[in-house]
């Protein structure tokens, strides 16, 4: 986790439909070392709401990418 909080780069494309019937957003990025630009690979990255409760979590891919979907609309912190 300490990786997340200092050498986390994300680049986060909001994919929710804006249809009224659909209520969720996704999250999609890469993670990569802030020293030397590489992917960081197996990460682990959860999606915290203002209470801290963690809405989903995932682990990055061996070429840093993730994808996080079903995300309730709202504002959350990615750690």
């Known amino acids: 986790m300490k990786y997340l ?3 986390l780069v994300c680049l986060i494309l909001g994919t929710g439909n804006l249809l009224a019937a659909r209520n969720t957003s996704s ?5 990569i070392d802030k020293e030397t630009r590489n992917p960081l690979a197996y990460a682990t990255l959860a999606v915290r709401d ?3 409760s963690v809405i989903t979590a995932t682990t990055a891919g061996s070429d840093g990418t993730f994808l996080m979907d079903g995300i309730p609309y709202g504002s959350y912190q990615l750690v």
Do not use: K, P
Request: aromatic share 0%; glycine share 10%.
């Open 27 to 31: 999250i999609r990025g890469i993670v």
């Open 50 to 52: 203002s209470s801290n």
């Open 5 to 7: 909080s200092t050498l």
